[in-house]
């Protein structure tokens, strides 16, 4: 039997946004421990703001997948045996909105450590 332990990403975070090439890190990162590899899950989010939002999950700094959220939204996306994250990779999130749109996130994004 494998000894698995979930994580989870999340919380309620604001933001402003400045344009959607213009990204905002969210204040969410996680760090595979060395010993473990881990797998992305799910992702929920949900936009409280008038505006589509952009939400990219980043892996090392680089793009592993986008979720638009639409205006005053949400999303569940499965992830299960499609992202696998390997020792010591670094998971963050970006948040891009048009200029001069404010609202909150709503985000759970789930992680299990094999």
């Known amino acids: 039997m494998i000894e698995s332990m979930p994580r989870f990403l999340q919380g309620v975070f604001g933001f402003n946004g400045a344009g959607y090439d213009a990204p905002a890190v969210v204040d969410v990162q996680y760090t595979v421990p060395g010993t473990k590899r881990a797998q992305l899950i799910y992702f929920r989010g949900g936009n409280s703001a008038a505006a589509m939002v952009n939400i990219a999950l980043l892996r090392d700094g ?38 001069g749109v404010a609202g909150t996130l709503v985000l759970d994004v789930g992680v299990i450590e094999i």
């Open 62 to 99: 680089k793009l592993m997948r986008y979720f638009p959220i639409g205006a005053q939204g949400a999303v569940h996306v499965p992830l299960a045996v499609v992202e696998d994250l390997e020792p010591d990779q670094v998971v963050t999130l970006t948040v891009a909105a048009p200029a």
